[in-house]
Each structure stands twice: as structure tokens, then as C-alpha cells.
């Protein structure tokens, strides 16, 4: 997407402009030949850019068009925007206070029906744009409506300090997506925990509002919006407890290769490389998040799946939870 389309530019006006940004002076046949356009369309975008204040006639070379400085025509136009944005940022709360204090409650405003995956995935995004505080999460192996790949709200909802509390099915972590998305939520600080299996598909925004999905075979992705503050608590104390008994996730960097000795139980240095494993991370990632050799990580990995006498790496995570290798938090 063209980034000064967001200030208000055309395609070919965002053209034309960044062309003259390069060139400085020149003339409109040339800017016509250098954008691919006829002379009558560039004139055309070239009066309208003038208008606002974004081009002007070189005073020293007549017949010929500079563009004005970007730092501060195209400072001016951020601004504007900003200020309609904190605008639309207000109406939105009075609208929303008008919304709690006099719309009558009924079943609807209880709880909404939402059918689609367009609806679904427009609904999620929602959730997590309005979240204040937190977002908390239940995540299975088959996303009804987005991927974890098209949640670009998480990343907007993170920048902006809502912290994210994520529960996710042990099975979800073979899909070399869902690992990817996992060790991305970690190194973003999220809290990020395992489970065998999430009881429900669900996500939770600041503890007021909820969502439901569902994937019923052969039907169209639907979901529960739950405003009810009753329900959404029952739901909120179902997250807390399967969080409570999950098992955490964490990446740690360390510059300490260590040695691999045959003992009753892995090191710290062990505990940390398990981690990464668990989260979904290659052997590669886990040397450089760890700052160490590949074989290394390897041969740390082979000690393991040894003392715990199993043949997988799969095996491995479940033989480490049983020992105690790993510490529920």
C-alpha cells in the first residue's frame, strides 16, 4: 500500500510528488515522461497538488515545478490527520457512553450472533483494537476465521501496552504457522502457556467483553459476542483456571554453551534450550536466541532424548513435564 495514501495522496499523486522530491526542478513534460503519464494528467495532478500547498513554479526556473519540503508540507498534513483522528477518537467514546448509559438492555445487547468468516475475522479484529488492559486467549489447531499470520491486530494491540495471556493446544504447536506466531508472541512478552487440549476456542478483552467462536463442519464460521458481565466472568474463571495448570513458555537468552554431562536432570542451560523446543523453535533459532553453536543445541537435544529415554523430541516435552523438569509457575 502506498504510505502517502494514508496522508490523503492519489496513487498518482504519490507519484508525482515523490518524483519531484528526486528530480527538484523540472518541467512538466519531463515529469510526464519520468511517471509514465500524459501531459495532460500530470498538469492536471500537478495544479491539484499546488492547491495544497505540496508543489510550487520555481521562482528561479520558470516553467518548471519543485516540490515543497516534506518535512514540513507533509508534517502539516500528519498533523491534520492527527487532529481528526482525536476527534474521531472522541466521538467514538461519547458514542459508546450514550450507548451504556441509554440504550435499553435486552437479550442483543447480552450477547450477539455473528455469522461469516468475514464477520468473524472483522469481529476479532475488533475485540483486540478495543482492548484497553489485557486480551486473553484460547488458541486450538484450526483458527475458525484468522491465522495467526493475518492477526495484525495483536501487533497494533501490543504496541499500544495490552498485555496478552495465551493458552494453546499442544497439538497446534506441530503447524509450523502456529509455532512461528508462538515464538513471535514470546519474544513480543507475551505469556505464552501449553495445554493437551483448550476446552473452547476464545478470547477475552479486558475481562468485559468475549468471543466465542465456532467451526461446525459443513456450516459458515460463526461466533458468540458476549457482553453480559455474568457470563463473561464465567468465562474469565475458565481461563484462569486452565491457565493455572498449564504449562509456561518462556525464551531466555544466555551466552553459556556449558557441557553435556550424563546426570539425573537437565541444567538451567537444559530448561532454557527445552523451552525454545516446546515453543516450536528449530534447532538453528534456538542456537542464535541462545547465542550459541547448532551443534550445541544438537547435542543438548541428543542428551536430553537420552536421559529421558525416549526416541522423538515429541516425547520429549511430556517425559520433562512429568519429571518436574519444568516448573509450572
Known amino acids: 500500500m502506498e504510505v502517502l495514501g494514508a496522508l490523503g495522496f ?20 519531463d515529469l510526464g515522461r519520468r511517471c509514465t503519464m500524459a501531459d495532460s494528467e500530470v498538469e ?28 514540513v508540507a507533509l508534517r502539516a498534513l500528519v498533523n491534520d490527520r492527527r487532529h481528526e483522528l ?3 477518537e472522541l466521538a467514538a467514546t461519547r458514542l459508546a457512553e450514550a450507548h451504556r448509559t441509554e440504550a435499553a438492555v435486552d437479550l442483543h445487547d447480552l450477547v450477539e450472533v455473528v455469522i461469516g468468516a468475514g464477520a468473524v475475522g472483522q469481529r476479532f479484529h475488533q475485540l483486540q483494537l478495543g482492548a484497553v488492559d489485557s486480551v486473553c486467549a484460547f488458541v486450538s489447531e484450526r483458527p475458525v476465521a484468522v491465522t495467526g499470520a493475518d492477526n495484525v491486530s495483536e501487533d497494533v494491540a501490543v504496541s499500544r501496552g495490552v498485555a496478552y495471556r495465551i493458552v494453546v493446544e499442544r497439538d497446534s504447536l506441530i503447524g509450523e504457522s502456529v509455532k512461528t506466531e508462538v515464538v513471535g508472541g514470546l519474544q513480543r512478552n507475551q505469556e505464552v502457556r501449553v495445554v493437551e487440549k483448550v476446552p473452547t476456542k476464545l478470547v477475552i478483552a479486558d475481562g468485559r467483553t468475549a468471543m466465542v467462536p465456532f467451526d461446525v463442519e459443513g456450516t459458515e464460521p460463526s461466533a458468540l459476542i458476549i457482553h453480559a458481565s455474568g457470563l463473561v466472568s464465567s468465562l474469565q474463571a475458565l481461563f484462569e483456571s486452565v491457565w493455572s495448570d498449564a ?11 556449558g557441557v553435556v554431562e550424563r546426570r539425573t536432570g537437565p541444567d538451567e542451560f537444559d530448561l532454557k534450550v527445552l523451552s525454545l523446543l516446546l515453543a516450536g523453535s528449530s534447532d538453528a533459532r534456538i542456537a542464535r536466541q541462545l547465542d550459541v553453536g547448532l551443534r550445541t543445541v544438537q547435542r ?30
Do not use: C, F, N
Request: charged share 20%.
Open 10 to 29: 492519489s496513487p498518482g499523486e504519490a507519484l508525482v510528488y515523490r518524483t519531484l522530491v528526486g528530480l527538484g526542478a523540472t518541467d512538466l513534460g
Open 247 to 257: 504449562w509456561p513458555l518462556a525464551l531466555t537468552a544466555t551466552s553459556s554453551e
Open 300 to 329: 543438548r537435544v541428543r542428551a536430553m532424548i537420552e536421559l529421558a529415554d525416549v526416541s522423538m523430541r515429541i516425547q520429549l516435552g511430556w517425559v520433562a513435564h512429568e519429571r518436574g523438569w519444568i516448573e509450572r509457575v
Open 44 to 71: 492536471h495532478i500537478v495544479v491539484e497538488l499546488r492547491q495544497r500547498g505540496l508543489v510550487a513554479e520555481s521562482a528561479v526556473k520558470p516553467g518548471r515545478w519543485v516540490a515543497a519540503p516534506p518535512a
Open 86 to 88: 482525536e476527534l474521531a
